[in-house]
């Protein structure tokens, strides 16, 4: 089983060289730590920076750079500062190659739901529904249970909806799955995780084809 | 032309109640911080304010809030204030969360004369209901409405007492679509300077957009989340 680290480690597997990438809070913002070795990969947040560069020491701490998580950080050289239509700009007009970002539920038809609990949680959708609604290529990463341990890999959504349709791979600490014909695909497992672990998490319908290879990470 | 105003509280003159505003910032970066004082002293109230976020407890729009100044926001994510979302759960307060990326095309087509225009962002979710739908390439959009406010306050790094403004690092975000959208637009700036002396193939918001400013002073910049290299 992997934990937020494997997770962000397994989908920095996925990045391309020259990729401009959008990471979420939470668990996809730790990918920058491990992109591959000979890779220039450059990343967007959504408040208006490209080239966005690791957290500062004491000594380089701007309060005026900040990512969307209100985070201090750095920018790299070369890097970019724009309006926040601007950046919603490079987001909806499919300049950003890759979207990672967390979830609460996904379905097997592709739809995400991330943004709000009726009643309980209501925090605002931030960029998630344009970064959603535009990207082609969307990542989910999270957990493969919530902490009650029910699967968040659903037939349905039942929370109110980010976006339909638009998840393309999902890689939990169990799998990497694949959003294929309205089902969840089984790619790859997590070390030592049984695809009866994964049928057992997993309240979608899956589609396993062959042997199910264990992640390389 | 002079729209150099001498202080934050000369700078929110005609502010009235049930307004509408605009306030620049992305979390509590880049925020006016000077006006938002002003505000609080002045004591308007029933505003309805547009701004991509709503502060925190004990600053930025938090300060308005906790003086029920506010009748409506208008924002896209309004997490991390204990006070608002009281406020919101006991019906004290209107919210109506906006895409951030809506909300910030949203303000610039206001300011730019554009009235409406069709977005991918939100179909399918509750934000697209009661909106109008139409298929681009095979693709659904709703229809999102520009935004305008009768005062726009921004918060820049340097401006020249003609109004043009430079913003620095991400404290840019929704300031320049803001000070576009504003019918009167109200420059809080870090460094008044003489026409001249900035650059003007490095202004960000052209004078014209703006119709008062003022160097603002003490400015915090509180930070939300210091994250260390470690």
Not at chain 1, 3 to 12: M, V
Not at chain 1, 88 to 116: C, P, S, Y
Not at chain 2, 31 to 45: D, F, H, K, M, T
Not at chain 2, 153 to 181: C, E, H, Q, S
Request: hydrophobic share 40%; charged share 20%.
């Amino acid at each position: 089983m992997l934990d937020k680290h494997g997770i962000a480690k397994r989908i920095a597997q996925e990045l391309r060289d020259g990729w401009y990438v959008n990471l979420g809070i939470g668990i996809p913002t730790l990918i920058a730590n491990y992109v591959p070795e000979g890779l220039q990969v450059e990343f967007q947040s959504e408040n208006g920076i490209l080239g966005m560069g690791p957290f500062p020491t004491e000594e380089e701490v701007d309060a005026d750079l900040i990512n969307a998580g209100k985070q201090t950080i750095t920018a790299m050289p070369g890097a970019a500062i724009f309006d926040s239509a601007t950046s919603f700009a490079m987001i909806r007009g499919k300049h950003i190659h890759l979207t990672v970002l967390g979830a609460m539920e996904v379905a097997q038809n592709g739809d995400i739901a991330n943004w709000k609990i009726p009643g309980r949680m209501v925090k605002g959708m931030g960029g998630a529904m344009d970064l959603v609604a535009s990207a082609d290529n969307i990542i989910v990463a999270m957990m493969h249970t919530n902490k009650k341990g029910y699967s968040k890999l659903l037939k349905k959504c039942t929370l109110p909806l980010t976006g339909v349709g638009c998840v393309t791979k999902i890689v939990t600490n169990l799998a990497v799955l694949e959003v294929d014909s309205g089902r969840f695909k089984l790619i790859e497992r997590a070390p030592g995780v049984t695809v009866y672990d994964i049928e057992k998490a997993t309240e979608g319908e899956l589609i396993i084809d062959g042997d199910i290879p264990e992640m390389n990470i | 032309m002079n729209k150099v105003v001498q202080s934050a509280s000369e700078a929110i003159k005609g502010i009235k109640n049930g307004m509408t505003l605009m306030l620049g910032g992305f979390g509590l970066c880049g925020i006016p911080e000077n006006s938002i004082a002003a505000l609080v002293s002045a004591g308007v109230s029933g505003l309805t304010c547009i701004s991509n976020n709503a502060g925190v407890d004990d600053f930025g729009l938090g300060l308005l809030l906790q003086k029920k100044q506010i009748k409506k926001m208008i924002s896209s994510y309004v997490g991390e204030n204990a006070e608002f979302e009281r406020q919101m759960l006991n019906g004290e307060l209107e919210v109506d969360l906006i895409p951030q990326g809506s909300l910030a095309e949203r303000c610039r087509a206001g300011g730019a004369g554009i009235p409406a225009f069709y977005t991918p962002a939100g179909y399918g979710t509750e934000v697209a209901e009661g909106k109008e739908v139409k298929l681009f390439n095979g693709k659904p959009h709703i229809l999102e409405y520009a935004l305008s406010a009768d005062f726009a306050i921004v918060k820049a790094w340097k401006g020249d007492r003609l109004g043009n403004l430079i913003y620095k690092g991400t404290a840019r975000n929704f300031n320049p679509m803001m000070a576009m959208a504003g019918k009167i637009t109200i420059a809080e700036v870090e460094e008044l300077v003489e026409p001249g002396e900035l650059d003007p193939n490095f202004i960000h918001t052209p004078g014209v957009f703006v119709q008062r400013i003022f160097q603002g002073n003490n400015f915090e910049k509180r930070i939300e989340q210091r994250t260390i290299r470690t």
